[in-house]
């Protein structure tokens, strides 16, 4: 299976977090906080839980706490997806 791309990870955002601009998720916002990027606990829970419906990951709740910019969610679904 091809790997889980930014591209991706955009549609997610926009389908759990009504407002995003997820075309706004490029550049230094990759490694920006979600916190800071507005986005809250619930929104990442729901980002998560909407990727692992998607795509054959699991990501556990306890380990969203280390996912804190959109580069590092979308490095670690992608290294599930491509070993999947």
Same mark, same amino acid.
């Given at each position: &299976?091809? #790997?889980f791309t930014l591209t991706e990870f955009r549609k997610i955002v926009e389908a759990c977090y009504e407002g995003a601009d997820a075309e706004a998720? %490029? #550049?230094s916002a990759l490694n920006? %906080?979600?916190s800071d990027l507005g986005y809250d606990s619930i929104v990442m829970y729901e980002i998560a839980m909407r990727?692992? %419906?998607d795509f054959p990951v699991t990501i556990?709740?306890?380990r969203l706490d280390d996912l804190r910019t959109p580069a590092a &969610?979308? @490095?670690f679904? %992608? @290294?599930q997806v491509k070993v999947a």
């Open positions: &299976m091809a #790997g998720l %490029d #550049g920006t %906080d979600f990727i692992q %419906d556990p709740d306890e &969610m979308i @490095a679904v %992608d @290294a």
